[in-house]
């Protein structure tokens, strides 16, 4: 007979790991006891050395989907004789840094349980467990126990109240768990919040559905618009009410059987989909797709997903055909998740609203990820993968970062964990600061924090960069300003421990350089705290500034008048010989045409210059279409894009953009010119790598969600012997900045030094 005592640690806290370990001990015929501890779990188990040496191996191997196991300890204890296994309650100190739970979609079990005609959760929507179920969206405050949650106001009937207290329930201390006796109930209303009487809520629904109508659902994390996605003019009328001309949807799949019908599945894809996570994932979607066209247009990608709660798979099964899933809102504002709120917001857009009575603490948006050149990349950090920590390799300063401008998020680094929030979106309407100060005082109240020092972008302009300056005079903290490139560089070597100096390639949209010029196409060496700006593109300028971002003829026309000067114009493809003037008169100037050297507006002119897209609908847009257009064309001559000498070298485009011009003039096709462009990318990160020298190689920035010249990149350097790391679990765009920030402020307060005014 032996006894361990076993210490483990991670995300195992409301995700099932205490009555995972009591049937694993249970069925080796183990005696001892189990509890959640303040950084985990702790137990002891005793019994024949085989049987104790195969249950702590299960530990490991056969955890519950949803733990992830950081570190995990064992020391030989002296036996104590107990004769069964028990579940301990929490010792009082427990919970003072607890990890917080992500939400998780349907179980197994309990997708079973809710079509089995008899069972007692048969057709529940709200059915869950302790291995799925809502958590993140419902939690209040700490320690995760029901009073806590907005499952406070549901009281336990006596057949739930039995599963919540049986050690061998798989619903032993599942804290949101309901049945249709004491849980939540489903109503289908209209707008002005009458009910809809017709039918029961479900059934109305899904008639309103087929009949092509918008059907606005309350989610896990908040408010979602379903509209039918084999119906044209039902997805025409959801993007024209939603005023979302052409950004592609996602859209909800019963099974996986029925994504492999529409889209190219590989089988890490599907266990993408299938995980407790269940993420949009983007697929190659097949010509024969049984979906409207306007789903994605001029895009070979579909986001797919599966039903993410009963709710969705009830719906879904209804139904019997795919549905367009997608954000509660209004454009770029955040998500609705109050049933008041978004009957108000979304009146112009959903005919129906089909609303339960479980509140929603926080906005969480559907992630979306995709299998990219090294594996698993998440692209939207959102629900099933926030607030899950990142464990540093030791304790850092308490420190919040404010992230940037889109896509935004909040970081946290608690002890010596960083704890990132699910993404916000964008900031410039007054919804989204709102979500950002809420977010802020959320996080803090939650881990019981009191940051140290306040991180944020350089730009001051930024209305995450002005709120970290309240917070910092508010709390007398420091504020520590990085610069945005550097963030980007650092949160992707956070995430992979990467802590001796290496070449960070961060090539992205803009973001603001200690020169006071917008940065974007930088190779940096990064060394923690400090870096320096080893290359960059050649500068150009953007006239219009900001609105450059929406028309790509903006950046062509900005490259042309370098090489050009007034005799751009004529190049520039749909562009009005009045706009004409006007800009070029901004560009002699320097007037309203901030200088840049960001690499994304270099694809957005290509994009322009090789006839793929001269203004954009949304962001990134005229980048993705010209990256779409090389589909196919591989094994071209690069155009010429050389690197100039000294520190920091100089990345001359002008002869690429002759060369551009050249074969446009020539009549060479988009997806050429496409294949060529990235070509001689892949080539510069080569020759900049081969320069610098170091091993590690960090690609981050938005470009990097470009697949074709990420694969290529990676492919290149780590065929000449270089370790490429990308981003995975944090996104390559601005999502991973306050992840960056607070990695930046945090080395600056381990060195002691003030290295804030980085000379670049
Ligand atoms: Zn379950
Ligand atoms: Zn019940
Ligand atoms: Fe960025």
Redesign the pocket.
């Known amino acids: 007979m032996i006894r361990v005592a076993v210490r483990v640690e991670g995300v195992v806290q409301g995700v099932g790991f205490r009555p995972f370990v009591y049937q694993a001990a249970t069925a080796r015929g183990l005696a001892g006891w189990v509890c959640n501890r303040r950084d985990g779990l702790g137990l002891e188990a005793e019994g024949p050395e085989d049987a104790v040496r195969d249950f702590v191996a299960a530990l490991s191997r056969d955890r519950p989907p949803a733990a992830r196991i950081e570190r995990i300890a064992v020391t030989r204890v002296r036996p104590a004789g107990d004769q069964c296994f028990r579940i301990l309650p929490s010792v009082p100190d427990a919970v003072v840094r607890p990890t917080l739970p992500a939400d998780l979609a349907t179980c197994d079990a309990c997708a079973e349980e809710t079509v089995s005609p008899g069972a007692r959760r048969y057709r529940y929507p709200f059915t869950n467990c302790t291995r799925c179920g809502p958590r993140y969206t419902l939690i209040e405050s700490l320690p995760y126990d029901r009073p806590r949650t907005t499952m406070k106001q549901f009281t336990l009937c006596p057949a739930c109240e039995a599963e919540y207290a049986d050690p061998a329930d798989r619903r032993f201390h599942a804290q949101p768990i309901a049945c249709p006796a004491c849980g939540p109930t489903l109503r289908l209303v209209t707008a002005d919040g009458a009910a809809k009487s017709c039918s029961e809520p479900l059934g109305g629904a899904t008639q309103a559905l087929l009949a092509g109508q918008v059907v606005a659902v309350k989610g896990l994390g908040g408010f979602q618009l379903f509209v039918d996605a084999t119906h044209a003019d039902a997805v025409s009328r959801l993007r024209a009410r939603k005023r979302r001309p052409e950004k592609p949807f996602a859209v909800m799949f019963a099974d996986l059987p029925a994504i492999a019908a529409a889209c190219a599945l590989a089988p890490d894809e599907a266990a993408a989909l299938a995980s407790p996570a269940a993420p949009i994932v983007l697929l190659r979607r097949r010509i024969d797709a049984a979906i409207a066209e306007c789903i994605a247009p001029r895009n070979p990608w579909l986001g797919v997903m599966l039903p993410t709660t009963p709710l969705h798979r009830l719906i879904l099964e209804e139904v019997r055909r795919p549905l367009v899933c997608t954000s509660g809102n209004l454009a770029e504002e955040p998500l609705c998740i109050a049933e008041e709120e978004a009957r108000g917001r979304l009146a112009a857009i959903a005919d129906l609203f089909l609303v339960h009575d479980r509140p929603i603490v926080r906005p969480v948006d559907d992630s979306v990820v995709r299998v990219g050149a090294a594996g698993l990349q998440v692209l939207r950090r959102a629900r099933g993968f926030a607030p899950i920590p990142l464990s540093l390799p030791g304790p850092v300063p308490c420190v919040l970062g404010l992230g ?1 401008q889109l896509k935004s998020t909040v970081a946290l680094a608690v002890s010596r964990e960083v704890v990132v929030s699910q993404h916000l979106g964008d900031l410039h309407a007054a919804a989204g600061a709102l979500l950002l100060e809420r977010t802020v005082a959320d996080l803090v109240r939650l881990f019981d924090a009191q940051p140290a020092r306040v991180a944020c972008d350089l730009h001051p302009d930024y209305v995450s960069s002005r709120f970290a300056e309240r917070l910092a005079a508010s709390w007398g903290v420091p504020l520590e300003r990085v610069q ?2 550097h963030a ?1 560089v650092a949160a992707c070597m956070a995430e992979h421990g990467l802590a001796r100096p290496a070449l960070g390639l961060a090539w ?2 803009a ?1 603001l350089g200690t020169d006071g010029t917008l940065w ?1 196409g930088e190779a940096l060496l990064v060394d923690r705290a400090r870096f320096r700006r080893i290359a960059h593109l050649r500068p150009f300028r953007l006239p219009g500034g900001e609105r450059a971002l929406r028309e790509p003829r903006r950046a062509a026309l900005g490259l042309l008048h370098v090489l050009l000067g007034d005799d751009a114009a004529p190049h520039v493809r749909e562009l009005a010989p009045a706009d004409a003037v006007v800009l070029l008169g901004m560009l002699a100037h320097g007037v309203n045409s901030p200088v840049t050297t960001a690499m994304g507006r270099l694809f957005d002119a290509v994009a322009a210059l090789a006839g793929v897209r001269a203004a954009a609908g949304f962001e990134g847009q005229a980048a993705m279409e010209l990256e779409f257009a090389a589909d196919g064309v591989d094994d071209v001559p690069p155009y010429p894009l050389p690197l100039g000498l000294g520190t920091p070298a100089l990345v001359d485009w002008a002869p690429l953009v002759r060369a551009v011009l050249e074969d446009r003039a020539r009549g060479v096709p988009s997806g050429m010119i496409s294949a060529r462009f990235h070509a001689a990318l892949v080539d510069l990160a080569e020759v900049v790598a081969l320069r610098v020298g170091l091993p590690d190689i960090v690609l981050a ?2 470009c990097f969600q470009n697949l074709r010249l990420t694969r290529a990149i990676h492919a290149r350097l780590s065929a000449r012997g270089f370790t490429v790391y990308l981003p995975t679990r944090y996104p390559p ?2 999502g991973a ?1 306050a992840l960056g920030q607070v990695m930046v402020a945090a080395w600056r307060a381990e060195e002691g030094r003030d290295v804030s005014r980085n000379p670049g």
């Open positions: 940037a945005h490139h980007h992205d949209g973001g974007g920035g938005g765009n601005d900045i």
